[in-house]
């Protein structure tokens, strides 16, 4: 409908020999276009737009012409209450009322053949079988299972398989930038850390650069940028990790590292908190401690979990996740360098009872 509205709204036209697409939150539009010429009056064409994860795609018959990093799509993720207008075929809606088909305009004049939906954003190979008149299949290796063993699996989607190299034996290379997320809110992950306002995020990582322009995320449990209830950065050489609590709305300020990090160097980062104090650990060895208290009742239960990136494509991490797991307590320095040296936990110096798995991440497909 005309105007941004509820955020979401979605269109592909033909103008003249170009394809167009445009995709809208509540505040921007997203376009997408061919070359000119790429369309042919009188030849069947292919066009498959995929959004979401990964980003806006657009392909036209099998090959990727165009695409933008915005991972928005029409419901809440453009930033709004989602997009309610009518689906139309073979006309425009971009002056139509709300809500509605009437003041529709610019009529396609043509054929339109075998107009399908998927639950997913196609990627080059996808588009290709579609584009030959098969079944697109399952992305390949885009998913990262949950090996906790928890009861409703957390696992997590790759929105660029083509991104990512699997590492031997357990790992994941990021070599461009993708968006690796659980596919929806991750509820129960959140009903167990905050049922003990207290967790360990542990995360064993190679980065493969440290000229970052900005903070890039390797582990959130977010919305967004300015919007989260954990988080493990990188800003060129320093790690940094925000925790969010009734004192501390937005989890900053953050607690940070000296510059530390090399590219092509692995790290063992822990991020711990048990309702005192946000403490770091870097290969066994406690680096940051700051003073940091209150419980986890304002934690957004809506929040996905993402792993080198936030759902607006804004900050890629590059670099190899060898290991990430997240733990309904706190570790002390012995459970850190138990930790580091690839055993379980333990008790904690004051506690006779260790810690249980809740979510790890660590195998191929």
Same mark, same amino acid.
């Given at each position: 409908?005309?105007?941004?509205?509820?955020?979401?709204? %979605?269109?592909?036209?033909?103008?003249?020999?170009?394809?167009?697409?445009?995709?809208?939150?509540?505040?921007?539009?997203?376009?997408?276009? =061919?070359?000119?010429?790429?369309?042919?009056? &009188?030849?069947?064409?292919?066009?498959?737009?995929?959004?979401?994860?990964?980003?806006?795609?657009?392909?036209?018959?099998?090959?990727?012409?165009?695409?933008?990093?915005?991972? #928005?799509?029409?419901?809440?993720?453009? &930033? &709004?209450?989602?997009?309610?207008?009518?689906?139309?075929?073979?006309?425009?809606?971009?002056?139509?009322?709300?809500?509605?088909?009437?003041?529709?305009?610019?009529? %396609?004049?043509?054929?339109?053949?075998?107009?399908?939906?998927?639950?997913?954003?196609?990627?080059?190979?996808?588009?290709?079988?579609?584009?030959?008149?098969?079944?697109?299949?399952?992305?390949?290796?885009?998913?990262?299972?949950?090996?906790? =063993?928890?009861?409703?699996?957390?696992?997590?989607?790759?929105?660029?398989?083509?991104?990512?190299?699997?590492?031997? #034996?357990?790992?994941?290379?990021?070599?461009?930038?993708?968006?690796?997320?659980?596919?929806?809110?991750?509820?129960?992950?959140? !009903?167990?850390?905050? !049922?003990?306002?207290?967790?360990?995020?542990?995360?064993? %990582?190679?980065?493969?650069?440290?000229?970052?322009?900005?903070?890039?995320?390797?582990?959130?449990?977010?919305?967004?940028?300015?919007?989260?209830?954990?988080?493990?950065?990188?800003?060129?050489?320093?790690?940094? #990790?925000?925790?969010?609590?009734?004192?501390?709305?937005?989890?900053?300020?953050? !607690? !940070?590292?000296?510059?530390?990090?090399?590219?092509?160097?692995?790290?063992?980062?822990?991020?711990?908190?048990?309702?005192?104090?946000?403490?770091?650990?870097?290969?066994?060895?406690?680096?940051?401690?700051?003073?940091?208290?209150?419980?986890?009742?304002?934690?957004?239960?809506?929040?996905?979990?993402?792993?080198?990136?936030?759902?607006?494509?804004?900050?890629?991490?590059?670099?190899?996740?060898?290991?990430?797991?997240?733990?309904?307590?706190?570790?002390?320095?012995?459970?850190?360098?138990?930790?580091?040296?690839?055993?379980?936990?333990?008790?904690?110096?004051?506690?006779?009872?260790?810690?249980?798995?809740?979510?790890?991440?660590?195998?191929?497909?």
């Amino acid at each position: 409908a005309q105007g941004y509205n509820t955020g979401g709204h %979605f269109r592909v036209v033909l103008t003249g020999s170009r394809l167009e697409c445009r995709l809208q939150s509540t505040t921007d539009s997203y376009t997408l276009q =061919s070359s000119g010429g790429a369309v042919t009056a &009188g030849q069947w064409h292919h066009v498959a737009v995929g959004f979401g994860g990964g980003g806006l795609r657009m392909y036209l018959d099998g090959v990727e012409v165009d695409s933008d990093s915005y991972a #928005g799509g029409l419901g809440t993720s453009g &930033g &709004g209450t989602g997009n309610p207008e009518p689906w139309v075929f073979g006309a425009d809606l971009e002056y139509s009322s709300t809500d509605s088909s009437s003041g529709w305009t610019d009529p %396609f004049e043509g054929r339109i053949d075998d107009v399908r939906l998927y639950d997913q954003n196609a990627d080059a190979t996808q588009a290709a079988a579609l584009a030959a008149g098969n079944n697109p299949g399952a992305q390949a290796a885009s998913l990262v299972e949950d090996t906790s =063993s928890a009861v409703t699996p957390l696992d997590l989607t790759i929105a660029d398989p083509d991104h990512v190299t699997w590492i031997s #034996g357990g790992g994941l290379r990021i070599d461009a930038a993708t968006l690796i997320a659980s596919p929806a809110a991750a509820a129960d992950l959140h !009903a167990a850390l905050t !049922a003990t306002d207290a967790f360990t995020l542990e995360a064993e %990582f190679t980065p493969s650069k440290i000229n970052q322009t900005v903070p890039e995320r390797l582990v959130a449990l977010s919305d967004g940028t300015s919007s989260r209830n954990f988080e493990l950065t990188q800003d060129q050489q320093v790690y940094a #990790g925000k925790v969010r609590t009734e004192f501390q709305v937005s989890g900053t300020p953050e !607690a !940070a590292s000296g510059d530390v990090l090399a590219a092509g160097v692995a790290q063992h980062v822990i991020l711990t908190y048990d309702g005192e104090a946000l403490r770091m650990y870097r290969n066994g060895i406690l680096e940051v401690t700051e003073p940091w208290t209150g419980d986890f009742d304002n934690w957004d239960a809506g929040y996905a979990l993402h792993l080198a990136n936030e759902p607006n494509g804004t900050r890629p991490w590059l670099g190899t996740l060898h290991r990430v797991a997240i733990w309904d307590g706190s570790v002390d320095q012995v459970q850190a360098q138990n930790l580091f040296n690839g055993d379980p936990p333990g008790p904690a110096a004051e506690d006779s009872e260790g810690l249980t798995y809740r979510v790890e991440w660590i195998e191929g497909p």
